[in-house]
């Protein structure tokens, strides 16, 4: 066994196969770039999913690993620690938050939001106060709960019966959430920008109708940014580019860039109505994982990397514009900082996957959200060079894909 190498073919052996993994193995990064197991390498626009902000290997996030890794990895939550709490001070200064939990992954952040919310809704003595409001194609990970409120019925309608009470509504369709929500109503969850579901922005307008309704019929407002937080949009969080501020905040993904973890975030008024004992994780807020993400957000709330998520997106978007403008195969380019998609046109509906497959063959990783379209989701602080040699790659895959249709 010491000398098993692995390959492509055992991971259809070996593992329950929920997922199509690219051919290629990674065995190695440093920042934007990938190399597999024949020492190939690859331009990385996907970011582990918008999870490796800093590329990976960032120098500042492994000393922060390896300080920590020699100190103290677990403790679990008979005591607390000086990482978590370090961390949550961070959280805490510059967001509206006052209290955080920590977890492990954005489901679990979202699952505690939505339990939260059910308890704020019993304890508030209005009867049957437990409606959740969610909307289509939205994704707020894949517990029972969770994939429950997510928009998409393919993940959910196998695993039914489930959890009730849940109700989806259009994106940006202020009348019919103006129509929908009543007093009967505890939690409305949505993203900033629906990410898996098609990068779908968020309209200011609605937003702030979403927000006075629920301020209206006392709803806790969710705000799932867990692809949209940690600097992804230009911002620390996305709804700080505008002056909507939600009663809960998810963050997961680029919080640990590339460490496991995740946080619920909310004002001290709503984080009192759980008490000892109401909800917990074993490994939630562990000192190695809040260590690596306290460096991760020092890093990352700079105006140096905000800034510089701003001037890369330009980059990306001239870039695809331009190439474009050759192979005519989007029709639209949308959404904020280095969250992108690009929406194919008609005549090439459904095919995002095999650009994202031309890609790997060309030597650049992209993202599908969605059947109709390429993300791009790479690190914040991905250098320029990398980006137009990356772009040129794509632009090869674009032409095989233009050519062979
Ligand atoms: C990725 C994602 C989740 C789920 O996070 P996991 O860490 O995979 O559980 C939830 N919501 C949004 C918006 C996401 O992008």
Redesign the pocket.
Known sequence: MNNYSPCRQDFDQFMVPIYAPAQPIPVRGQGSRLWDQNDREYIDFVGG??VNALGHLHPIAVNALLEQGQKLWHLANGFTNEPALKLAKKLIDHTFAEKVFFC???????EAALKLARKVGLQSGHANKNKIIAFKN??????LF?VSA?GQPKYSQDFAPLPEGITHLPFNDLDAFKAAITDEVCAVIL?PI???GGIIVADHDFLKGVRELCHQHKAVLIF?????GMGRTGALYAYQHTSIVPDVL?T??ALGGGF?I?AMLTTTELGQQFVVGDHGTTYGGNPLACAVAGAVFDLINSPEILDGVTIRSQLFIDGIQKLNEQYSVFKEIRGKGLLLGCVLKEEYANRAKEIVNLGVDEGVFSLIAGPNIVRFTPSLIIPEEDIYEGLTRFGCALACFVNQK
């Open positions: 999913i918008a492990n992954s954005g489901a679990e952040a979202n939205a994704f707020h990970g894949r517990t969770t997510g993203e629906q990410g898996e799932d940014e867990i692809q949209t998810t997961a993904k496991p995740g």
